[in-house]
């Protein structure tokens, strides 16, 4: 079971008995146990990162203010200056992406977000949370985003139409994304080290051919690093085009 490169995608518990409040299951999971992780170690970082706010700053409090401005330039150049509002919601959401894609990178360990589940509801929140502020901020002037200005009247109607639906793929191209490209690139590291293991087990000779997987999964382990900011960058910096839509309605 072990070797199954899907079953590190398996949530269980981290108790032996379910635990259950009127008949719904709340048991504490490896998911919500790697979650919790993240938010330790992410609350712990900054914490201390920014604890003695020194005018020459050591190499955690420079890590955290460049992490600060990276975030903040993200949402200033794709919002606009009204987009400030949202830099907390951004600021939380690319450290929690983030810092799933890299604890799954520990042996052992959970990728939450590799769980179109988790993906899939935050897409969703991202999603209710553009329509929400649309009307807030708009009123019902805020359905016009489907109506582009200057369209001659005889193109608005297939025009509406794949507006419409293009914005309402948004949360699965979104929650897809994140998720396919986790889970691709960890079944794929699984493989190649059950190869090593593999030729490492026949002995004789074939303890060479283990060489190849192994430092196969080295450069793996590094692009997938990459892979995990990447993927952490995209999912913030479409949030903030689409929230964009709450500011300006068409741009």
């Known amino acids: 079971m072990a070797t199954n490169p899907i079953h590190q995608f398996v949530i269980e518990t981290v108790h032996s008995e379910p635990i259950t409040v009127g008949g719904i299951d709340i048991s504490y999971t490896n998911s919500a146990l790697w979650m919790t992780i993240a938010l330790v170690i992410s609350i712990s970082f900054f914490t201390l990162a920014m604890k003695r706010k020194a005018l020459v700053p050591g190499r955690a409090q420079m890590l955290a203010e460049m992490s600060y401005n990276f975030i903040a330039d993200m949402v200033r150049t794709t919002i606009g200056p009204k987009g400030a509002k949202y830099f907390p919601f951004i600021f939380t959401l690319f450290f929690f992406v983030l810092m799933g894609n890299l604890l799954g990178l520990i042996p052992y360990s959970f990728t939450y977000t590799s769980h179109l589940a988790v993906t899939g509801f935050m897409a969703l929140f991202v999603f209710i949370l553009v329509i929400a502020f649309g009307f807030i901020n708009h009123g019902l002037k805020f359905l ?102 709450t500011v300006d309605l068409h741009h």
């Open 144 to 245: 016009t985003l489907f109506t582009p200005p200057g369209v001659p009247w005889w193109l608005i109607v297939p025009l509406v139409a794949i507006e419409v639906v293009s914005f309402f793929v948004r949360p699965i191209t979104l929650s897809v994304r994140l998720f396919a490209n986790m889970m691709a690139g960890h079944i794929m590291l699984k493989i190649v080290a059950g190869f090593g293991a593999a030729a490492a087990g026949l002995g004789g000779g074939y303890l060479l051919l283990g060489i190849f997987p192994i430092l196969t999964n080295i450069l793996l382990i590094a692009f997938e690093l990459l892979v995990a900011g990447i993927q952490a960058y995209v999912f913030a910096i479409l949030t903030c085009v689409y929230l964009k839509d």
